[in-house]
């Protein structure tokens, strides 16, 4: 089976500044990870995926994610946070079904605070 | 083209009372899945379904449950209502054989049971 812990529920960071969202993962097999970004009353919007293959990922408006597998992380980072990043970020794994179809397994996601 | 739709966005229901929740999947998208995202959490995988059946289900009572019709399109029923059933309930609709970052999400239907 496989899961994701995000370790902040809240993290608050000042406008202009670093943005770090943890994730640590468990899967019995070399996983597909993804963050995904909620706005509020909006639906849910893929930021990146790492799919086994550069484990540096670029995604959309500058986030990036590293996976390393020694120490089961996907961390979510951003050089320089704007207001508009202020949302809820989920870090997720996918699991997929015998005979196809796929599953997504979320975190209990991070509320990002952007202060000015 | 428009995206995943699902309809109502909002209601209010009271326990006891059953509640159909409806999604229309993006163009060329045969597959729709449901999640339940309740207040503070994550969304978690009600069920999966393809060629009108259902494949795939999460841990959720049988009180939840589901069809698709010939044009894709998928219906959620909850019946026997709880209050822990409020809850923003979310479809994701993607081609047969998609991987698992092709899913695309609607915005969701609110639920609150009183």
């Known amino acids: 089976a496989q899961s994701v812990t995000q370790l902040d529920s809240h993290v608050s960071v000042s406008e202009g500044t670093p943005v770090l969202l943890r994730c640590n993962y468990s899967?019995?097999?070399?996983?597909?990870l993804f963050w995904y970004v909620q706005h509020p009353n909006k639906g849910l919007q893929l930021l990146l995926k790492?799919?086994?293959?550069?484990?540096l990922v670029k995604g959309i408006n500058g986030f990036e994610a590293e996976f390393k597998k020694s120490e089961t992380s996907f961390h979510l980072t951003r050089p320089s946070a704007h207001m508009s990043d202020a949302a809820e970020y989920f870090c997720?794994?996918?699991?997929?079904?015998?005979?196809?179809?796929?599953?997504?397994?979320f975190g209990t996601g991070t509320q990002l605070k952007v202060e000015l | 083209d428009a995206g995943v739709t699902q309809s109502p966005t909002h209601l209010i229901k009271t326990r006891g009372q059953q509640v159909t929740l409806r999604c229309s999947p993006k163009?060329?998208?045969?597959?729709v899945s449901w999640y339940q995202q309740a207040l503070g959490q994550g969304p978690q995988f009600i069920f999966q379904?393809?060629?009108?059946?259902?494949?795939q289900r999460g841990n959720f009572p049988d009180r939840f449950s589901g069809h698709q019709f010939p044009n894709y399109s998928s219906e959620l029923n909850v019946n026997a209502l709880l209050l822990g059933d409020s809850a923003l309930y979310l479809c994701?609709?993607?081609?047969?054989?998609?991987?698992?970052?092709?899913?695309?999400f609607g915005e969701g239907s609110r639920l609150t049971v009183l």
């Open positions: 994701a609709s993607s081609p047969r054989q998609a991987r698992a970052w092709e899913l695309f």
């Open positions: 899967s019995s097999y070399s996983p597909s």
């Open positions: 790492y799919t086994s293959a550069a484990t």
């Open positions: 997720v794994v996918s699991g997929y079904f015998t005979g196809g179809g796929n599953k997504l397994t």
């Open positions: 163009s060329g998208h045969d597959t």
């Open positions: 379904y393809y060629e009108e059946e259902e494949r």
